[in-house]
């Protein structure tokens, strides 16, 4: 018997950020959180024109002040103070 290694089927779902194992909202908004400190060592990439960074991060402060003190919610606001702070606001 050899060793073989199927190969990947390209339709199916992947998950290259490690969210199919999130329990809850608190893990998910720890796995996020890792995500966000890993984009901090890698290179930076334009995704988003000026006004879509601004309106993005308009969302996230809003959506940072519907509930202050949950996981998801500081995520929300770590990730709208980033942006404005890149976008020199």
Do not use: K
Request: net charge negative; hydrophobic share 40%.
């Amino acid at each position: 018997m050899t060793d073989s290694i199927a190969p990947q089927d390209p339709f199916a779902p992947q998950d290259p950020f490690g969210l199919d194992g999130v329990h809850d909202h608190q893990d998910y908004a720890r796995v996020l959180a890792r995500l966000v400190e890993q984009g901090h060592r890698e290179r930076w990439i334009t995704l988003l024109s000026e006004s879509e960074a601004r309106a993005v991060a308009e969302l996230l402060g809003q959506y940072a002040q519907l509930d202050p003190t949950a996981h998801l919610n500081q995520l929300a606001a770590t990730l709208a103070s980033r942006l404005y702070s890149r976008l020199g606001v």
